[in-house]
């Protein structure tokens, strides 16, 4: 289980890697002469700075001389330099090292975020919601299903499980490719909504927003690294949205698959955060 919590984890962070690829994929020609922050680039020059950085990394760890400076962007506004540049980097740190650097830097952010919002002022933007407090014990219920059972759960799409496109999804895979990021979402937005300040809207934001691109930036990257041939009859007989797949008639609900153990570890869990919110965070969710 160790393995897998870590393992998700992992891919959670590295979202904030891909999340920039995503960006890129979507910046059109007409867009390269637009500003930026950067009073003096245009969006042209800051892509092109932002891949040769990247590159001088590599030629760096390569012992190489330092790439010269060129237009990288292309005919696709640098969708294929960033994969490429991204990829080499991986290749060369090595896939192991370069992951345990990359989350070692977003474990710092993300232990920054939540010192900072433990004593961030509450201001409100609409409010604490009190009719939203049971929706949020509802919801939070699917939520740590998702999230526990999808920890403990073999998976294609996460770290170094990707050989097992072969295989046919089973268990909480015929609800969702993505059982642990969506209920993650699931967790940010139900706390974004019913805290209604400032503060929960850029903590639980970042966690929101990272865990819904995560799950098309996964496909994406599963999609080019395995190829169309063994990505798509794994991607077609499930989904991203819960039971998409089932409702559409390309898979069936597997309890037997889920098990008994999974989800009983579940249910615990999420007994365990109502019964620890009170003492750890001050706010009991059942005081409505």
Request: aromatic letters at 10%; a neutral charge; charged letters at 15%.
């Amino acid at each position: 289980m160790t393995t897998s919590v870590t393992t998700s984890i992992i891919e959670l962070l590295e979202q904030g890697f891909a999340w920039t690829g995503d960006r890129v994929a979507r910046v059109g020609l007409g867009d390269l002469d637009a500003p930026t922050p950067c009073e003096e680039w245009q969006l042209r020059e800051l892509l092109n700075h932002m891949l040769a950085s990247l590159g001088r990394l590599a030629a760096a760890a390569e012992g190489k001389a330092e790439p010269p400076a060129r237009d990288r962007l292309g005919d696709d506004c640098g969708r294929s330099a960033f994969a490429e540049v991204r990829d080499h980097a991986v290749a060369v740190y090595g896939e192991k090292a370069y992951r345990g650097a990359f989350s070692l830097a977003s474990a710092i952010v993300l232990l920054w975020l939540i010192v900072a919002y433990g004593p961030a002022p509450y201001l409100p933007t609409w409010g604490m919601l009190a009719p939203w407090a049971p929706v949020m014990v509802v919801l939070m219920l699917p939520a740590t299903l998702l999230v526990v059972i999808g920890l403990v759960t073999p998976n294609p799409t996460a770290v170094g499980q990707e050989r097992r496109l072969a295989e046919p999804p089973q268990g909480i895979l015929r609800v969702t490719r993505h059982p642990f990021l969506t209920g993650v979402a699931l967790w940010a937005l139900l706390h974004l909504v019913g805290n209604g300040d400032l503060a929960s809207l850029v903590f639980f934001g970042c966690f929101a927003v990272v865990a819904v691109f995560g799950t098309t930036s996964i496909d994406a990257k599963r999609r080019r690294l395995m190829g169309e041939a063994a990505w798509l009859p794994f991607a077609t007989r499930t989904s991203v949205i819960p039971f998409a797949a089932i409702v559409a008639g390309r898979n069936q609900f597997s309890f037997v698959e889920i098990g008994v153990w999974r989800t009983l570890g579940a249910l615990i869990a999420y007994g365990l955060a109502l019964g620890a919110h009170a003492p750890l965070f001050g706010v009991s969710p059942l005081s409505w």
